[in-house]
């Protein structure tokens, strides 16, 4: 009886080492692309509040009464594009090296778009011209960061 069980055994544990190992490394694959997911949408979510402020500020004159405040504004774009730049190039380096060039160039043009022209000068006025360009630099990051997801 016990020699049958053994044999069994012996048939049948390649099998099911097989089966284990290879469900331990599909596991660890859907842990990696769910973990790659949600910091794909901490990034979005942190472009959608910078295009946010950025249209925010170009949209409105330099003034005495506003000027504190579009200061404080100006500074939290530059900070938001600097913790942007941090996180996507954490990202290219864990999931996606080979693309890393093409994320910091993207970052690099909207980087120029957001903070150009005439910002933080004395006297700036609204320049409405400006959201396109943000919001196009802004949709094209996303865009290519919601490929790599799939």
């Known amino acids: 009886m016990w020699n049958n069980i053994v044999d069994l055994l012996h048939h049948v544990s390649p099998a099911l080492v097989a089966l284990i190992g290879g469900s331990l490394i599909l596991q660890r694959y859907f842990v990696r692309k769910a973990n790659e997911a949600s910091l794909i949408d901490a990034i979005i979510k942190d472009l959608e509040s910078l295009r946010t402020d ?6 409105r004159d330099t003034n005495e009464q506003d000027k ?9 774009l530059i900070s938001a594009i600097r913790a942007l730049e ?3 190039k954490s990202y290219c380096k864990r999931y996606c090296p080979k693309r890393t060039d093409e994320f910091v160039q993207m970052m690099v043009d909207l980087n120029d778009t ?3 022209g ?3 000068t004395a006297k700036r006025k609204a320049d409405a011209g400006r959201v396109l360009p943000i919001s196009n630099s802004i949709s094209r990051i996303k865009s290519e960061l919601r490929k790599q997801k799939l």
């Open 68 to 76: 504190g405040e579009l200061e404080s504004l100006a500074q939290k």
């Open 54 to 59: 950025s249209i925010s500020y170009w949209s």
């Open 118 to 120: 005439k910002f933080q």
């Open 86 to 88: 941090a996180d996507l």
């Open 114 to 116: 957001c903070t150009g």
